[in-house]
């Protein structure tokens, strides 16, 4: 028992870490009531220990999901083959596995779904084998060896023939043929909905065969995807980058309501040294009663110079629709785009209408004799065209990988905007280690403004509520 007890405290830790990686909040104290969740439920009904650790670790909406999957690696349903595969006496083909799967999607059986992805994995997506660590189960490999998609015409045409006998003959007049017609209507988009649970049927069995073979670590790590604010802007996917462009708006609240909160302290003032000394005067030296200077209370202005060539368009095309979503805390905000030539983009960015960056590629002058990124030039004509923009209550966001393509990296221009501005930052959406790699510029930049990796909403966001003027 003691064994037992001890490996479940293992697993549990493993879990919240494996959590806590994927970018769940799971601390000291959540894992605290996790563990009483499993002492007062145990583990004899899988199905209410998992809302139960649900209940004790999950804090945020949206990341269900990832629980979920983390949940099946760390405490799976059984161990190796499963039942279903270990009764089966006879080798299957693929067109056996498309046989049964037909037979599922036309029964809307979700219990024969589930032992069908069970078979597949198990006959179709071994990878690596005799391979030390390198073994385990593809997903990919089965989807791409059963083709489900194909079954869509053969599961309809069994259905209709077990029901079209029943479809005709009840009842007559309009309700019957309106029935018939809601059938019709319906039955592709039911399968098709089933089609897609088996997808993720066999992506589940196939994390938990690897899992075993190379470790749950290792499977979180790489299998599971992490929450839409770890979400990497330069790796996302067009689907993800749409998941992020939805968050603008709530994500813009959220912010809002911290820069009004820190603007609210600001107001008190920074204390005055000297009216504070000299009020000590009368306490003995002790400064009891701290003097504060006048606040100045003003909202500060913001420029985004943008790069939006390449994957960097994701990030900048994300950061110019929150910051403007966010424009009320802010008196003035300009945003200008560039790939190696600078162009004021501000009322297309307010619009907010269709595809951003093909309104600005189609809209805006970005682009010179090339089409690969120049930030020196592109710093020349902003200072030749639009240094007027800046100010002293003015703060800058650069936004961009700062790889210059070996070209000129015009530090010049990039001091005059930072002696102009009150405050210059860059935002570099590339891993840190990866700066002066190659064609970047980061290091050298990094010497004359502020550079901070941006990789993700989650750090974009602690640098606009933590460190951006107010």
Not at 24 to 51: Q, T
Not at 167 to 179: C, L, P, V
Not at 444 to 457: K, L, S
Request: proline share 3%; hydrophobic share 40%.
């Amino acid at each position: 028992m003691t064994a037992t007890t001890d490996d479940l405290a293992g697993r549990l830790v493993g879990f919240v870490e494996a959590l806590r990686s994927k970018g769940i909040p799971a601390g000291p104290s959540e894992s605290v009531d996790a563990a009483a969740v499993m002492r007062v439920l145990g583990l004899e009904n899988r199905a209410l220990l998992r809302e139960g650790l649900a209940a004790a670790l999950v804090r945020r909406g949206g990341q269900r999901d990832i629980f979920d999957k983390t949940f099946d690696l760390f405490f799976p349903l059984a161990t190796g083959a499963t039942q279903t595969v270990r009764d089966q006496e006879d080798e299957l083909t693929i067109e056996d596995l498309r046989d049964l799967l037909t037979m599922a999607l036309a029964e809307n059986d979700l219990r024969t779904l589930e032992q069908v992805a069970e078979l597949a994995v198990d006959a179709l997506g071994r990878v690596g084998e005799g391979t030390a660590g390198q073994g385990g189960f593809s997903a990919y490999q089965t989807l791409d060896r059963m083709q489900p998609q194909t079954t869509l015409v053969a599961a309809l045409a069994a259905r209709g023939s077990g029901g079209s006998g029943t479809g005709r003959g009840s009842g007559g007049g309009g309700g019957g043929a309106g029935s018939e017609e809601l059938t019709e209507r319906l039955a592709p988009a039911e399968i098709r909905r089933n089609i897609q649970i088996f997808r993720e049927l066999v992506a589940s069995e196939a994390r938990r065969r690897t899992a075993e073979e190379r470790g749950r670590e290792v499977v979180t790590k790489h299998a599971v995807q992490a929450g839409g604010d770890r979400i990497e802007f330069l790796s996302a996917n067009r689907q993800q980058l749409e998941e992020l462009r939805s968050a603008v708006r709530p994500l813009s609240r959220k912010l809002a309501t911290r820069l009004a909160a820190r603007r609210h302290r600001a107001r008190r003032g920074r204390i005055d040294i000297r009216r504070t000394l000299r009020r000590s005067m009368g306490t003995g030296g002790i400064p009891i009663r701290p003097a504060y200077a006048k606040p100045h209370p003003s909202r500060p202005e913001l420029v985004l110079l943008c790069d939006v060539s390449g994957s960097v368009a994701g990030f900048s095309n994300f950061t110019m629709l929150l910051v403007q979503a966010l424009s009320d805390q802010f008196s003035k905000i300009r945003v200008f785009a560039f790939i190696n030539a600078m162009a004021e983009v501000t009322d297309l960015v307010k619009a907010d209408q269709g595809d951003l960056n093909a309104r600005i590629s189609n809209e805006a002058r970005i682009t010179k004799w090339h089409t690969s990124s120049d930030y020196g030039e592109a710093f020349a004509d902003f200072v030749d065209l639009y240094l007027d923009a800046v100010g002293p209550r003015t703060s800058v966001l650069i936004l961009g990988d700062a790889r210059n393509n070996n070209q000129d990296p015009n530090l010049a221009a990039l001091h005059q905007i930072a002696q102009k501005a009150k405050r210059v930052f860059w935002l570099n959406p590339e891993y840190h280690l990866r700066w002066g790699l190659g064609d970047s510029l980061a290091p050298v930049y990094a010497d004359v403004v502020d550079m901070f990796e941006c990789r993700n909403i989650d750090q974009l966001s602690r640098f606009i509520g933590r460190l951006l003027p107010v």
